[in-house]
């Protein structure tokens, strides 16, 4: 008699997790169905990761402009990041000082952080300049009001955010990675458009998705996976905190090779492609023309909030035709990005299934077992 899949505590979910991570990847497994729809996983994975280390909230040239601002959260923590009067990026808590209401909301250009509620305005570095009617108590100092500052660091281009004070820097953190991708100068790269999307599945299984290239022929068969030769993938072990793999591919578009105004790639690197998962959400394809990337916050176990966006190289953002280049990319991007969903969300569907049962990974999943490993490291006993 078939034994159906009972709900478990979250002690044996990490326990399952992490014997599945003690294999060698030869013998491994993809992640046990119930760590993707477990509410109590979910809850401890945002308490144990995403409350914990560097989250990316965007690529810096998002925020070109003094003025400029982007929001996010950490956990409950509303954040806002922008762009100060001395043209640093700096991240502030966006909770008013006063009744504490949350100040910004999505992204734009302000001269001032002006609550909504209250109207009580801070400048841009968090310093209190007006409080209307505050005047009358005598007690008030417009002095004492500065907002919170939240730890902020740039890498490569990309912004990242923390309320742990204890982390390493991101630059320590990633000196590995930058080592490997480096000589593409990701941080010239401009982006051009940015989305937010909520889609129906677990963060992981997005994440996941993203980080192999195994899926390519069959999900984007009408898209890029004509154009991908899995016998040229290569997926070499993963990092402590990021995994990555190579493909060098015929392009799907003419930028996805090097420009030909780019003169620090050289060889094989002019056509050769990047997929990078920094953990825990943050998820790159460079190219040596393009970039496009995802950010990944969970909402509960069976939905993710996405923020996508993309653009190119300065070498491509400066050709006389810039405007048909980004219209083919985004173009591309979206039926990419309609196909993923579709598979993504069925991957949901079927880790709910009582007789769902996880099955051996393919030699091109090595970036997933290392992403399990790097969640079962994290979540620790519970």
């Not at 810096?60 to 959260?73: E, F």
């Not at 570095?125 to 939240?150: D, I, T, W």
């Not at 996508?308 to 953002?317: N, Q, R, S, T, V």
Request: aromatic residues 10%.
């Amino acid at each position: 008699m078939t034994q159906l899949n009972s709900p478990k505590p979250v002690g044996e979910l990490v326990a399952a997790l992490r014997e599945n991570c003690d294999l060698d990847f030869t013998n491994a497994r993809a992640m046990p169905p119930e760590v993707y729809t477990s509410a109590q996983f979910t809850d401890l994975e945002q308490n144990n990761i995403f409350r914990k280390q560097w989250l990316c909230v965007g690529h810096v040239s998002r925020l070109p402009n003094v003025g400029d601002y982007l929001t996010s959260t950490i956990g409950d923590q509303p954040v806002v990041v922008l762009r100060d009067n001395n043209e640093h990026i700096r991240a502030l808590s966006n909770v008013c000082l006063h009744r504490m209401s949350e100040l910004l909301q999505g992204t734009g250009n302000v001269s001032s952080i002006v609550c909504p509620y209250h109207a009580w305005g801070y400048n841009l570095e968090g310093q209190l300049r007006g409080a209307p009617q505050m005047n009358q108590q005598n007690g008030f100092c417009k002095s004492h009001y500065q907002l919170p500052a939240v730890r902020c660091e740039e890498w490569q281009g990309w912004i990242y955010i923390t309320l742990n004070e204890a982390l390493p820097p991101v630059k320590e953190q990633l000196a590995a990675l930058a080592d490997l991708v480096g000589h593409y100068h990701m941080e010239s790269y401009v982006e051009a458009f940015h989305e937010e999307h909520v889609w129906d599945c677990n963060w992981k299984i997005l994440a996941e998705n993203f980080m192999e290239s195994y899926h390519l022929p069959i999900v984007h068969k009408a898209t890029v996976g004509p154009h991908t030769r899995l016998s040229e993938v290569e997926c070499p072990p993963g990092h402590p905190t990021f995994n990555y793999h190579w493909f060098t591919k015929e392009a799907t578009l003419a930028i996805g090779n090097a420009h030909p105004d780019n003169h620090h790639l050289e060889g094989h690197w002019r056509k050769t492609s990047a997929l990078i998962s920094i953990y825990p959400s943050h998820l790159i394809t460079l190219t040596p023309g393009y970039f496009w990337y995802l950010v990944l916050q969970p909402r509960g176990a069976d939905q993710v909030s996405i923020s996508f966006g993309g653009g190119m190289a300065p070498e491509y953002i400066n050709d006389p035709k810039a405007a048909e280049y980004l219209s083919a990319l985004k173009d591309m991007l979206d039926v990419v990005n309609a196909e993923d969903r579709t598979g993504v969300e069925a991957v949901m569907r079927g880790v709910r299934a009582p007789l769902a049962k996880a099955g051996q990974l393919s030699h091109l999943e090595r970036p997933l077992y290392d992403f399990a490993r790097y969640i079962s490291e994290q979540v620790g006993s519970a």
